[in-house]
């Protein structure tokens, strides 16, 4: 059983379109982080929200974490052809002291 | 102020061989997280240390698996008598305090083939 759901697994759109990329779980978290990932490299943290229902912006990506904290999304706005990558959220759960990551988007963006 | 640095990155090593990952973290952080990733998958959490000390080990093979943080010198992360099954990057990261008070930053992964 995967603690934390990630679709779509695979995604693969136009440059210019917009996209949402979801992190679902059964489990409340007390924070959760996004993740890319480029081929033979490791993660790169793009952001981390701790309140439920808050939601941060990193230029065109726009995070919201759910009110009941556990699940999250992520929306690019005009996909460009350097957004292609594996997009991995990250939870801690209540109480616990490390991360879990979700089985992960890769997204494809067509110039 | 050098990232985590992993080495090797890539590693072969033939079916009963051990391997020996090492993990430098960021300076100033004493919180060191292993992950295994397979192709085209997410990461999976492995072992929680801090130095000297195993926190969680939860997502660690029984057998054949252990790491450790000692006070001076980098974690390592060690695989006895490897199978095929046991090819995988795996990754690890650090942070200065416990998550979720602070965050982990990632090093760049070593690649074990095991053939």
């Known amino acids: 059983t995967q603690l934390l759901e990630q679709s779509p697994q695979f995604l693969s759109i136009q440059e210019g379109e917009n996209l949402t990329v979801y992190c679902n779980s059964s489990s409340v978290f007390s924070s959760l982080q996004w993740y890319r990932q480029e081929p033979g490299e490791g993660p790169v943290l793009l952001v981390t929200v701790v309140t439920g229902g808050e939601v941060k912006k990193l230029k065109r990506l726009t995070f919201q974490f759910g009110d009941a904290r556990k699940d999250s999304s992520l929306h690019i706005t005009a996909a460009q052809p350097g957004d292609t990558g594996l997009y991995l959220c990250?939870?801690?759960?209540?109480?616990?002291?490390?991360?879990?990551f979700g089985t992960g988007t890769r997204l494809t963006v067509i110039p | 102020n050098a990232g985590v640095m992993q080495n090797p990155r890539h590693l072969v090593r033939r079916r009963g061989q051990e391997a020996r990952l090492r993990c430098s973290p960021m300076k100033g952080h004493s919180h060191v997280y292993w992950y295994r990733q397979l192709p085209e998958e997410g990461l999976k959490f492995m072992v929680y240390l801090q130095k000297e000390n195993i926190i969680d080990e939860s997502g660690m093979p029984k057998e054949r698996f252990s790491a450790e943080f000692p006070k001076e010198g980098p974690s390592i992360l060690r695989i006895q008598q490897v199978v095929r099954g046991d090819s995988a990057a795996y990754f690890c990261a650090s942070s200065p305090g416990a998550v979720p008070n602070t965050e982990a930053f990632f090093g760049q992964g070593t690649r074990l083939t095991v053939v």
């Open positions: 990250a939870g801690v759960r209540t109480g616990a002291n490390n991360l879990f």
